[in-house]
Protein backbone atom coordinates (compact mmCIF):
# COMPACT_ATOMS: atom_id res chain seq x y z
CA UNK A 1 0.00 0.00 0.00
CA UNK A 2 1.42 3.70 -0.76
CA UNK A 3 2.68 5.21 2.27
CA UNK A 4 1.98 8.90 1.13
CA UNK A 5 4.76 9.70 3.73
CA UNK A 6 5.21 13.45 3.46
CA UNK A 7 7.53 15.53 5.81
CA UNK A 8 5.64 17.79 7.81
CA UNK A 9 7.55 20.73 6.16
CA UNK A 10 8.14 19.54 2.73
CA UNK A 11 6.81 22.20 0.30
CA UNK A 12 6.40 21.58 -3.83
CA UNK A 13 9.31 21.44 -5.51
CA UNK A 14 7.66 22.25 -8.84
CA UNK A 15 5.77 25.20 -7.23
CA UNK A 16 6.71 28.25 -5.25
CA UNK A 17 6.62 27.97 -1.71
CA UNK A 18 3.96 30.47 0.51
CA UNK A 19 6.36 32.32 2.32
CA UNK A 20 4.98 35.75 3.06
CA UNK A 21 1.75 34.35 4.88
CA UNK A 22 2.70 33.56 8.58
CA UNK A 23 1.20 30.57 10.36
CA UNK A 24 -0.50 27.62 8.61
CA UNK A 25 -3.01 27.52 6.30
CA UNK A 26 -5.58 26.78 9.30
CA UNK A 27 -4.51 29.34 11.12
CA UNK A 28 -5.09 31.48 8.45
CA UNK A 29 -8.30 30.40 6.81
CA UNK A 30 -9.33 30.47 10.59
CA UNK A 31 -9.17 34.41 10.62
CA UNK A 32 -10.83 34.92 7.85
CA UNK A 33 -13.43 33.15 8.81
CA UNK A 34 -13.38 34.65 11.48
CA UNK A 35 -13.29 38.10 11.15
CA UNK A 36 -16.67 37.65 8.79
CA UNK A 37 -18.31 35.74 11.57
CA UNK A 38 -19.83 38.67 13.51
CA UNK A 39 -21.69 39.91 10.37
CA UNK A 40 -23.17 36.71 9.27
CA UNK A 41 -24.06 36.10 12.43
CA UNK A 42 -25.90 39.77 13.07
CA UNK A 43 -27.65 39.44 9.81
CA UNK A 44 -28.66 35.71 10.91
CA UNK A 45 -30.26 37.07 14.37
CA UNK A 46 -31.62 40.27 12.64
CA UNK A 47 -33.47 38.28 9.91
CA UNK A 48 -35.16 35.72 12.70
CA UNK A 49 -35.47 38.56 15.32
CA UNK A 50 -37.09 41.06 12.42
CA UNK A 51 -38.51 38.61 9.89
CA UNK A 52 -39.18 34.93 11.70
CA UNK A 53 -42.95 34.77 10.83
CA UNK A 54 -42.31 36.21 6.98
CA UNK A 55 -43.48 33.36 4.84
CA UNK A 56 -40.76 32.55 2.26
CA UNK A 57 -42.56 29.64 0.03
CA UNK A 58 -46.38 27.63 0.14
CA UNK A 59 -46.22 23.90 0.51
CA UNK A 60 -48.48 21.97 -1.37
CA UNK A 61 -49.88 17.93 -1.74
CA UNK A 62 -47.94 17.95 -4.87
CA UNK A 63 -44.76 19.01 -3.01
CA UNK A 64 -45.31 17.10 0.11
CA UNK A 65 -45.44 13.88 -2.53
CA UNK A 66 -43.17 15.11 -5.45
CA UNK A 67 -40.03 15.34 -2.91
CA UNK A 68 -40.24 18.72 -1.91
CA UNK A 69 -38.57 19.82 -5.74
CA UNK A 70 -38.12 23.85 -5.46
CA UNK A 71 -39.50 23.90 -1.72
CA UNK A 72 -37.24 26.54 -0.05
CA UNK A 73 -36.10 25.08 3.32
CA UNK A 74 -32.22 26.04 3.51
CA UNK A 75 -30.08 28.82 2.68
CA UNK A 76 -26.95 28.08 1.25
CA UNK A 77 -24.24 30.93 0.75
CA UNK A 78 -21.46 28.50 -0.49
CA UNK A 79 -23.55 28.21 -3.38
CA UNK A 80 -26.75 28.75 -6.02
CA UNK A 81 -27.90 27.51 -9.16
CA UNK A 82 -29.14 30.75 -10.88
CA UNK A 83 -31.81 29.66 -13.70
CA UNK A 84 -30.12 31.58 -16.15
CA UNK A 85 -26.68 31.45 -15.35
CA UNK A 86 -25.99 28.34 -13.71
CA UNK A 87 -24.27 27.50 -10.51
CA UNK A 88 -22.50 30.36 -8.30
CA UNK A 89 -20.04 29.66 -6.25
CA UNK A 90 -19.87 32.20 -3.75
CA UNK A 91 -21.45 34.34 -6.28
CA UNK A 92 -19.07 33.71 -9.30
CA UNK A 93 -20.33 32.01 -11.84
CA UNK A 94 -18.31 28.98 -14.09
CA UNK A 95 -16.68 31.62 -16.65
CA UNK A 96 -15.56 33.26 -14.01
CA UNK A 97 -13.97 30.82 -11.75
CA UNK A 98 -12.14 29.43 -14.71
CA UNK A 99 -10.71 33.54 -15.95
CA UNK A 100 -10.39 34.31 -11.90
CA UNK A 101 -9.24 31.68 -9.91
CA UNK A 102 -5.26 31.20 -9.46
CA UNK A 103 -4.03 29.07 -12.59
CA UNK A 104 -1.63 25.86 -12.13
CA UNK A 105 1.90 26.65 -12.82
CA UNK A 106 1.93 26.04 -16.36
CA UNK A 107 -1.67 25.51 -16.82
CA UNK A 108 -4.72 27.20 -17.97
CA UNK A 109 -6.86 25.44 -15.71
CA UNK A 110 -7.21 26.50 -11.75
CA UNK A 111 -5.40 25.13 -8.54
CA UNK A 112 -8.42 23.18 -6.43
CA UNK A 113 -6.39 24.85 -3.32
CA UNK A 114 -7.71 27.97 -4.53
CA UNK A 115 -11.07 27.10 -5.08
CA UNK A 116 -11.21 25.55 -1.49
CA UNK A 117 -9.88 28.91 -0.34
CA UNK A 118 -12.94 30.40 -1.71
CA UNK A 119 -15.20 28.27 -0.44
CA UNK A 120 -13.95 28.26 2.87
CA UNK A 121 -12.84 31.90 2.87
CA UNK A 122 -15.63 33.42 0.51
CA UNK A 123 -12.87 35.48 -0.92
CA UNK A 124 -11.12 34.94 -4.61
CA UNK A 125 -7.84 33.79 -3.53
CA UNK A 126 -4.66 35.14 -4.37
CA UNK A 127 -1.93 32.60 -5.82
CA UNK A 128 0.20 32.77 -2.61
CA UNK A 129 -3.63 31.78 -0.60
CA UNK A 130 -4.12 28.73 -3.18
CA UNK A 131 -0.70 27.75 -2.45
CA UNK A 132 -0.86 27.53 1.16
CA UNK A 133 -4.17 25.43 0.80
CA UNK A 134 -2.26 23.43 -1.16
CA UNK A 135 0.79 23.00 0.49
CA UNK A 136 -1.87 21.83 4.12
CA UNK A 137 -3.43 19.50 2.19
CA UNK A 138 0.57 17.94 1.37
CA UNK A 139 0.96 18.38 5.37
CA UNK A 140 -2.12 16.55 6.00
CA UNK A 141 -2.35 13.86 3.49
CA UNK A 142 -1.13 10.91 4.81
CA UNK A 143 -4.01 8.56 5.17
CA UNK A 144 -3.78 5.94 8.49
CA UNK A 145 -2.53 2.09 7.66
CA UNK A 146 -5.60 0.93 8.84
CA UNK A 147 -8.05 2.32 6.87
CA UNK A 148 -6.17 0.75 3.49
CA UNK A 149 -6.75 -2.56 5.91
CA UNK A 150 -10.48 -2.07 5.95
CA UNK A 151 -10.67 -1.71 2.09
CA UNK A 152 -8.39 -4.08 1.62
CA UNK A 153 -10.56 -6.85 3.71
CA UNK A 154 -13.86 -6.11 1.73
CA UNK A 155 -14.47 -8.59 -1.14
CA UNK A 156 -12.62 -7.58 -4.64
CA UNK A 157 -16.39 -6.88 -6.16
CA UNK A 158 -17.49 -4.25 -3.70
CA UNK A 159 -18.34 -1.35 -5.59
CA UNK A 160 -15.78 1.80 -5.67
CA UNK A 161 -18.65 3.87 -3.93
CA UNK A 162 -19.14 1.64 -1.28
CA UNK A 163 -15.11 1.32 -0.69
CA UNK A 164 -14.66 5.13 -1.10
CA UNK A 165 -17.90 6.06 1.70
CA UNK A 166 -16.30 3.66 3.77
CA UNK A 167 -13.00 4.53 3.36
CA UNK A 168 -14.27 7.87 4.54
CA UNK A 169 -15.85 6.60 7.36
CA UNK A 170 -12.69 4.69 8.63
CA UNK A 171 -11.24 7.56 9.27
CA UNK A 172 -13.65 8.96 11.44
CA UNK A 173 -11.33 7.89 14.04
CA UNK A 174 -9.07 10.77 13.06
CA UNK A 175 -11.81 13.80 13.98
CA UNK A 176 -10.66 16.67 15.93
CA UNK A 177 -14.56 17.59 16.27
CA UNK A 178 -15.41 14.64 18.23
CA UNK A 179 -11.95 14.36 20.09
CA UNK A 180 -12.86 18.17 21.33
CA UNK A 181 -16.48 17.50 22.07
CA UNK A 182 -15.91 14.94 24.15
CA UNK A 183 -13.44 17.42 26.25
CA UNK A 184 -15.55 20.05 26.79
CA UNK A 185 -15.40 22.00 23.55
CA UNK A 186 -17.91 25.07 23.79
CA UNK A 187 -20.52 25.66 20.74
CA UNK A 188 -19.02 28.69 19.54
CA UNK A 189 -15.51 26.73 18.61
CA UNK A 190 -17.20 23.97 16.79
CA UNK A 191 -16.64 25.06 13.53
CA UNK A 192 -12.79 25.14 14.01
CA UNK A 193 -12.73 21.78 14.81
CA UNK A 194 -14.87 21.27 11.60
CA UNK A 195 -12.54 23.31 10.01
CA UNK A 196 -9.63 20.56 11.30
CA UNK A 197 -11.74 17.70 9.74
CA UNK A 198 -11.93 19.51 6.39
CA UNK A 199 -8.75 19.80 6.02
CA UNK A 200 -7.89 16.76 6.96
CA UNK A 201 -10.38 14.94 5.16
CA UNK A 202 -10.25 16.81 1.85
CA UNK A 203 -6.66 16.36 1.65
CA UNK A 204 -6.54 12.53 1.76
CA UNK A 205 -9.43 11.95 -1.03
CA UNK A 206 -7.41 11.66 -4.27
CA UNK A 207 -4.72 9.25 -2.51
CA UNK A 208 -8.25 7.33 -1.25
CA UNK A 209 -9.90 7.46 -4.67
CA UNK A 210 -6.24 6.75 -6.18
CA UNK A 211 -5.84 3.40 -4.12
CA UNK A 212 -9.85 2.13 -4.80
CA UNK A 213 -8.98 2.75 -8.42
CA UNK A 214 -5.48 0.95 -8.42
CA UNK A 215 -7.32 -1.90 -6.93
CA UNK A 216 -9.86 -2.34 -8.18
CA UNK A 217 -8.63 -1.69 -11.63
CA UNK A 218 -4.90 -1.86 -12.19
CA UNK A 219 -4.09 -4.89 -10.48
CA UNK A 220 -2.60 -3.02 -7.10
CA UNK A 221 -0.23 -0.78 -8.79
CA UNK A 222 -0.13 1.62 -6.23
CA UNK A 223 1.58 4.80 -6.90
CA UNK A 224 2.94 6.94 -4.60
CA UNK A 225 2.10 10.36 -3.77
CA UNK A 226 4.51 13.12 -5.68
CA UNK A 227 4.96 16.27 -3.37
CA UNK A 228 6.06 18.47 -6.07
CA UNK A 229 2.18 18.16 -7.55
CA UNK A 230 -1.14 20.05 -6.82
CA UNK A 231 -3.96 18.40 -5.33
CA UNK A 232 -5.57 17.85 -9.08
CA UNK A 233 -2.45 16.75 -10.81
CA UNK A 234 -1.47 14.11 -7.92
CA UNK A 235 -4.56 12.30 -8.33
CA UNK A 236 -3.96 12.08 -11.81
CA UNK A 237 -0.06 10.59 -11.15
CA UNK A 238 -1.38 8.03 -8.28
CA UNK A 239 -3.70 6.39 -11.07
CA UNK A 240 -0.41 6.42 -13.54
CA UNK A 241 -1.91 9.46 -15.77
CA UNK A 242 0.69 12.06 -14.73
CA UNK A 243 2.35 12.06 -17.81
CA UNK A 244 -0.39 12.98 -19.74
CA UNK A 245 -0.89 16.51 -19.30
CA UNK A 246 -4.01 16.79 -20.82
CA UNK A 247 -5.43 14.61 -17.98
CA UNK A 248 -3.87 16.43 -15.72
CA UNK A 249 -6.06 19.44 -17.15
CA UNK A 250 -8.54 17.58 -17.44
CA UNK A 251 -8.51 16.76 -13.73
CA UNK A 252 -8.00 20.47 -12.76
CA UNK A 253 -11.30 21.23 -15.04
CA UNK A 254 -13.37 18.24 -13.27
CA UNK A 255 -12.60 19.09 -9.60
CA UNK A 256 -13.95 22.45 -9.96
CA UNK A 257 -16.89 22.21 -11.80
CA UNK A 258 -17.98 19.56 -9.09
CA UNK A 259 -17.72 20.85 -6.22
CA UNK A 260 -20.93 22.11 -4.99
CA UNK A 261 -24.61 22.89 -6.18
CA UNK A 262 -26.71 24.75 -3.56
CA UNK A 263 -27.79 22.64 -0.20
CA UNK A 264 -31.04 20.53 -1.28
CA UNK A 265 -29.20 17.90 -3.90
CA UNK A 266 -29.17 14.12 -1.87
CA UNK A 267 -26.01 14.52 -1.12
CA UNK A 268 -25.57 17.77 -0.21
CA UNK A 269 -28.24 17.64 1.97
CA UNK A 270 -28.20 14.23 3.64
CA UNK A 271 -24.26 15.58 4.34
CA UNK A 272 -26.09 18.33 5.97
CA UNK A 273 -29.04 16.56 7.56
CA UNK A 274 -26.12 13.96 9.58
CA UNK A 275 -24.01 17.27 10.56
CA UNK A 276 -26.79 19.19 12.02
CA UNK A 277 -26.57 15.97 14.77
CA UNK A 278 -23.15 17.15 15.33
CA UNK A 279 -22.06 14.29 13.61
CA UNK A 280 -18.51 15.21 12.24
CA UNK A 281 -17.20 15.54 8.77
CA UNK A 282 -16.40 12.15 8.55
CA UNK A 283 -19.85 10.50 9.18
CA UNK A 284 -21.69 13.55 7.71
CA UNK A 285 -19.82 13.04 4.35
CA UNK A 286 -19.63 9.21 4.41
CA UNK A 287 -23.14 9.52 4.51
CA UNK A 288 -23.67 12.26 1.42
CA UNK A 289 -21.60 9.59 -0.41
CA UNK A 290 -23.95 6.99 0.20
CA UNK A 291 -26.57 9.74 -1.01
CA UNK A 292 -24.38 10.44 -4.70
CA UNK A 293 -24.52 6.89 -5.21
CA UNK A 294 -27.98 6.46 -6.46
CA UNK A 295 -28.70 6.25 -9.78
CA UNK A 296 -30.71 9.35 -9.72
CA UNK A 297 -27.90 11.77 -8.03
CA UNK A 298 -24.01 10.54 -9.08
CA UNK A 299 -24.86 8.07 -11.20
CA UNK A 300 -26.15 10.07 -14.00
CA UNK A 301 -23.07 10.54 -15.85
CA UNK A 302 -22.98 6.74 -16.33
CA UNK A 303 -26.48 6.57 -17.94
CA UNK A 304 -25.68 9.34 -20.40
CA UNK A 305 -22.58 7.36 -21.43
CA UNK A 306 -24.25 4.34 -21.61
CA UNK A 307 -27.16 5.93 -23.53
CA UNK A 308 -24.52 7.73 -25.92
CA UNK A 309 -22.68 4.21 -26.29
CA UNK A 310 -26.12 2.69 -27.30
CA UNK A 311 -26.83 4.98 -29.99
CA UNK A 312 -23.26 4.33 -31.30
CA UNK A 313 -23.49 0.73 -31.60
CA UNK A 314 -27.69 1.20 -33.31
CA UNK A 315 -25.88 1.97 -36.35
CA UNK A 316 -22.56 0.65 -38.57
CA UNK A 317 -21.34 3.72 -39.04
CA UNK A 318 -21.33 6.95 -37.38
CA UNK A 319 -25.15 8.47 -37.97
CA UNK A 320 -26.39 11.52 -39.34
CA UNK A 321 -28.54 14.05 -37.69
CA UNK A 322 -31.63 12.54 -39.19
CA UNK A 323 -30.67 8.90 -37.81
CA UNK A 324 -30.20 10.56 -34.02
CA UNK A 325 -33.64 12.23 -34.64
CA UNK A 326 -35.32 8.58 -35.48
CA UNK A 327 -33.24 7.21 -32.79
CA UNK A 328 -34.92 9.85 -30.36
CA UNK A 329 -38.19 9.44 -30.88
CA UNK A 330 -38.45 5.89 -30.96
CA UNK A 331 -36.44 6.36 -27.36
CA UNK A 332 -39.26 8.93 -26.33
CA UNK A 333 -42.24 7.10 -28.01
CA UNK A 334 -41.25 3.59 -25.70
CA UNK A 335 -41.79 5.71 -22.39
CA UNK A 336 -37.84 6.02 -21.93
CA UNK A 337 -36.12 9.10 -20.97
CA UNK A 338 -32.89 10.74 -23.02
CA UNK A 339 -30.67 11.28 -19.99
CA UNK A 340 -28.33 14.25 -19.46
CA UNK A 341 -30.70 16.84 -20.63
CA UNK A 342 -33.21 19.13 -18.85
CA UNK A 343 -32.71 20.42 -15.26
CA UNK A 344 -34.44 20.85 -11.76
CA UNK A 345 -33.55 23.96 -11.41
CA UNK A 346 -31.56 25.30 -14.86
CA UNK A 347 -33.79 26.52 -17.89
CA UNK A 348 -30.11 27.23 -20.20
CA UNK A 349 -27.43 24.69 -21.01
CA UNK A 350 -24.97 24.09 -18.53
CA UNK A 351 -22.29 26.07 -18.23
CA UNK A 352 -20.48 23.35 -16.75
CA UNK A 353 -21.22 21.35 -20.12
CA UNK A 354 -19.71 24.25 -22.38
CA UNK A 355 -16.69 23.91 -20.08
CA UNK A 356 -16.22 20.84 -20.80
CA UNK A 357 -17.60 21.22 -24.27
CA UNK A 358 -14.68 23.45 -25.06
CA UNK A 359 -12.13 21.67 -23.20
CA UNK A 360 -13.05 18.63 -25.43
CA UNK A 361 -13.31 20.89 -28.81
CA UNK A 362 -9.64 22.50 -27.86
CA UNK A 363 -7.93 18.88 -27.42
CA UNK A 364 -9.57 16.59 -28.79
CA UNK A 365 -11.89 17.43 -31.43
CA UNK A 366 -11.97 14.49 -33.87
CA UNK A 367 -12.53 11.91 -30.87
CA UNK A 368 -15.91 10.08 -31.95
CA UNK A 369 -17.35 9.95 -28.56
CA UNK A 370 -17.04 13.53 -28.54
CA UNK A 371 -18.30 13.71 -32.14
CA UNK A 372 -21.26 12.14 -31.11
CA UNK A 373 -22.15 14.29 -27.71
CA UNK A 374 -21.58 17.17 -30.01
CA UNK A 375 -23.90 15.34 -32.87
CA UNK A 376 -26.57 14.55 -29.97
CA UNK A 377 -26.20 18.48 -28.44
CA UNK A 378 -27.64 19.62 -31.80
CA UNK A 379 -30.33 16.82 -32.17
CA UNK A 380 -31.04 16.23 -29.10
CA UNK A 381 -33.01 19.77 -27.72
CA UNK A 382 -35.28 20.18 -30.89
CA UNK A 383 -36.72 16.70 -30.04
CA UNK A 384 -37.06 17.37 -26.24
CA UNK A 385 -38.45 20.86 -27.83
CA UNK A 386 -40.67 18.94 -29.72
CA UNK A 387 -41.97 16.51 -27.41
CA UNK A 388 -42.92 19.29 -24.93
CA UNK A 389 -42.37 17.48 -21.71
CA UNK A 390 -39.41 18.67 -20.71
CA UNK A 391 -39.03 22.39 -19.16
CA UNK A 392 -35.60 22.80 -20.41
CA UNK A 393 -34.08 20.78 -23.15
CA UNK A 394 -30.78 22.11 -22.92
CA UNK A 395 -27.62 19.63 -21.76
CA UNK A 396 -26.05 19.65 -18.26
CA UNK A 397 -23.04 18.32 -17.64
CA UNK A 398 -23.51 14.59 -17.28
CA UNK A 399 -24.52 14.95 -20.79
CA UNK A 400 -20.45 15.07 -21.75
CA UNK A 401 -18.43 14.22 -18.75
CA UNK A 402 -18.31 10.39 -18.89
CA UNK A 403 -17.49 11.09 -22.67
CA UNK A 404 -14.34 12.39 -21.49
CA UNK A 405 -13.48 10.46 -18.97
CA UNK A 406 -13.68 7.43 -21.47
CA UNK A 407 -11.74 9.47 -23.96
CA UNK A 408 -8.78 8.89 -21.50
CA UNK A 409 -9.16 5.63 -21.10
CA UNK A 410 -10.74 5.76 -17.57
CA UNK A 411 -14.03 3.24 -19.14
CA UNK A 412 -14.63 1.85 -15.31
CA UNK A 413 -18.24 3.68 -14.83
CA UNK A 414 -18.72 2.56 -11.57
CA UNK A 415 -15.48 4.98 -10.83
CA UNK A 416 -17.08 7.63 -12.37
CA UNK A 417 -19.25 8.70 -9.24
CA UNK A 418 -16.13 8.32 -6.29
CA UNK A 419 -14.21 11.10 -8.98
CA UNK A 420 -17.78 13.04 -8.67
CA UNK A 421 -17.28 12.23 -4.75
CA UNK A 422 -13.63 13.84 -4.59
CA UNK A 423 -14.84 16.98 -5.73
CA UNK A 424 -18.17 17.27 -3.76
CA UNK A 425 -16.38 16.46 -0.48
CA UNK A 426 -14.65 20.43 -1.05
CA UNK A 427 -18.41 21.20 -1.09
CA UNK A 428 -20.18 19.51 1.60
CA UNK A 429 -17.30 20.26 4.06
CA UNK A 430 -17.17 23.75 3.26
CA UNK A 431 -21.04 23.94 4.26
CA UNK A 432 -20.59 21.75 7.45
CA UNK A 433 -17.97 23.96 8.52
CA UNK A 434 -20.04 27.22 8.45
CA UNK A 435 -23.31 25.74 9.60
CA UNK A 436 -21.73 25.05 13.08
CA UNK A 437 -19.83 28.35 12.89
CA UNK A 438 -23.42 30.25 12.40
CA UNK A 439 -24.82 27.91 14.89
CA UNK A 440 -27.59 26.10 12.60
CA UNK A 441 -29.93 23.77 14.88
CA UNK A 442 -30.48 20.17 14.38
CA UNK A 443 -32.74 19.66 11.36
CA UNK A 444 -35.90 17.94 12.39
CA UNK A 445 -39.06 18.77 9.67
CA UNK A 446 -42.37 17.69 11.15
CA UNK A 447 -44.29 14.82 9.28
CA UNK A 448 -48.17 13.98 9.33
CA UNK A 449 -50.68 11.23 8.16
CA UNK A 450 -52.35 10.51 4.60
CA UNK A 451 -55.50 10.63 6.52
CA UNK A 452 -54.49 13.93 8.36
CA UNK A 453 -53.59 15.40 4.90
CA UNK A 454 -56.67 14.45 3.61
CA UNK A 455 -58.81 16.01 6.51
CA UNK A 456 -56.69 19.07 5.84
CA UNK A 457 -58.08 19.23 2.09
CA UNK A 458 -61.43 18.51 2.67
CA UNK A 459 -61.77 21.49 5.91
CA UNK A 460 -60.21 23.77 3.04
CA UNK A 461 -63.13 22.79 0.65
Not at 112 to 124: Q, R, V
Request: glycine letters at 8%.
Amino acid sequence: MPSNDVGKDQAFEGIPTVRSIRGNCRSFLCEKIAAQLPAWRERVSRLLKEHGNFKVSDITVDAIYGGLRGVITQVSDISYVDPLEGIRIRGYTIPDLLQKLPLAPGSNYPLAGGLYFLLMANELPTMEEALLVEQEWKRREKIPPYVYDVLDAMPEDTHPMTLFSIGILAMQNESQFMRLYDAGLVKEDYWEAYLDDSLNLTAKLPALAAYIYNKKYRNGQFIESDPQLDWSANFAHMIGKGDDPEFVDFSRLYFVLHCDHEGGNVSAHAAHLVATALSDNYYACSAGMNGLAGPLHGLANQECLRWLLRLRSAFDHFPTPQEVESYAWGVLKAGQVIPGYGHAVLRVTDPRFTALYQFAEKFFPDDEMFRLVALVNEVIPKVLAQHGKVKNPKPNVDAISGSLLYHYGIKEFDFYTVLFGVSRNLGLTTHNTWARALGKPIERPKSITTRMLEDLVAKSS
